[in-house]
């Protein structure tokens, strides 16, 4: 892990970073993982733009999205501290008693992932997935015409959705309890310690 | 940094914006009310014996569409659901 510190080490009275010094700061998200998020929120997004009518694109953004999620879960296993699901995904009680803590304001800061963005993380992996999944089957011979494969596709994109929505609202919320800038830093790969 | 963000608030925003505009018109089949159209059951009978496997039959709009295989290809047959005429065949490849 590297350790970088800037010019401007000073420190308040208070003990906190001086307000315009730079603070301290550890690589937490390795290129991969930063690239990875960024690929899946725009193929996302291109998936969505392209469902009415854009056939061609549709699919090959889906394969292109199954090829990210085929990657994150190999990256999971393989990849470096902060990108492995063992570092992070944790039961369910754990998880519990962690929204519990948001609710009441005392969640605790994580360098990694915290137990909340673990799970929704496994829960967006399993979404996009089934998404991915079915949306393939459609276009399989013994699927063709099904129509409840077809909702079943909708009805897990539609979750995503929902997903996205509560996810960007929690590293909001986690940002400002924190005092850290949670977007900055899936594109720095920076958090300060 | 807070340019990049912007940029991609920014895109995100103008994505949900374009989203409906990308949306394909859809295809008029008929202004006949519901009420005139054939059964599902009816448009399928249409094709069957024709050397047309129908898998399903949906209402798209104002059109009855036929998910089709034909020697070996699926296609999507959109039809007039008060006279049967086809209007669009969209062959899967």
Redesign the interface.
Known sequence: MSITASQNQSLSAGGRPATGGRERTVRVWDPLVRIFHWSLVLGI?LA???S???DRTHEITGYIIAGLIGFRLLWGIVGGKYARFAQFVRGPRVTIAYLKDILSGRAKRHLGHNPAGAAMIVALLFSVATTCMTGWMM?W?AF????WLEELHEGAATFILLLVGLHVAGVVHASLSHRENL??AM??GRKRL | MKRIITAFALAATAAAFTAPAMAEEAIECTKAPVEKWMSKDAAAKMFTGKGYQIRSVKKEDSCLELYAIKDGKKMEIFINPVDGKVIETKVKN
């Open positions: 997004a969505w733009l392209s009415e009518g854009w276009s011979d063709w015409g099904a129509q977007v900055r594109f720095t």
